[in-house]
């Protein structure tokens, strides 16, 4: 009992000590400056997509095998770039063309399609272009094919307050719903939002 009492009255010691060796000098007070995040980057679609290859490098070859690359590179129009990284292209192969490791082994017309239904025509971002209601925003995928709803979710009680949404649920026939990892980075030519699932139109 006093070999306990012993090892405890150490044991205080040591931390006793080891707080008194500290020297660490208080925090110093300054003046803190709030400041928002600046969403636009000064560059194109293109440049900002090239500039992250670890992301987009399965996406960046569809472009260029497609010849799609002239809608990233322009700053004559506006589009919204539903940007798909390399998760959500390898879940397009996986699914429409099982055993093909290449985007450039797909076909071509198939891989084009895709792309033109994530380029909507005008730029749309959750800075007060979207409402909270869906509405039906055309891509450059024509026809029914090309049909998509698009909105921001604004309340603060969902769980996923503030994501950009594409067909969601019961706006659009029977398409997935799917809601932007990251959102509203501004090239100078429109607006890119970055999903990690593709999106696709079901009657």
Not at 4 to 32: R, W
Not at 63 to 77: A, C, H, N, V, W
Request: aromatic share 10%.
């Amino acid at each position: 009992m006093l070999k306990n009492l012993l090892n405890k009255i150490a044991v205080l010691l040591v931390i006793i000590g080891t707080m008194n060796s500290c020297d660490m000098p208080l925090q110093k007070n300054y003046d803190y400056e709030s400041s928002v995040l600046d969403p636009h980057v000064n560059m194109t679609a293109w440049e900002y997509i090239n500039s992250r290859p670890d992301i987009f490098s399965t996406y960046i070859e569809a472009i260029e095998y497609t010849g799609m690359k002239d809608y990233f590179t322009q700053t004559d129009t506006e589009y919204t770039f539903l940007a798909l990284n390399n998760t959500a292209m390898k879940n397009f192969m996986a699914d429409r063309f099982p055993g093909i490791s290449s985007i450039s082994d797909c076909d071509m017309e198939s891989v084009k399609k895709l792309l033109q239904y994530h380029i909507i025509e005008g730029s749309y971002s959750a800075y007060g272009d979207l409402p909270v209601e869906a509405i039906h925003v055309l891509t450059l995928l024509r026809g029914e094919e090309g049909l998509m709803t698009i909105l921001v979710r604004k309340n603060p009680w969902q769980a996923d307050a503030g994501k950009v949404i594409i067909n969601d649920t019961g706006t659009n026939g029977n398409s997935p719903m799917r809601a932007a990892i990251t959102s509203n980075i501004m090239p100078v030519n429109g607006v890119i939002h970055v999903f990690d699932s593709y999106c696709y139109y079901k009657k």
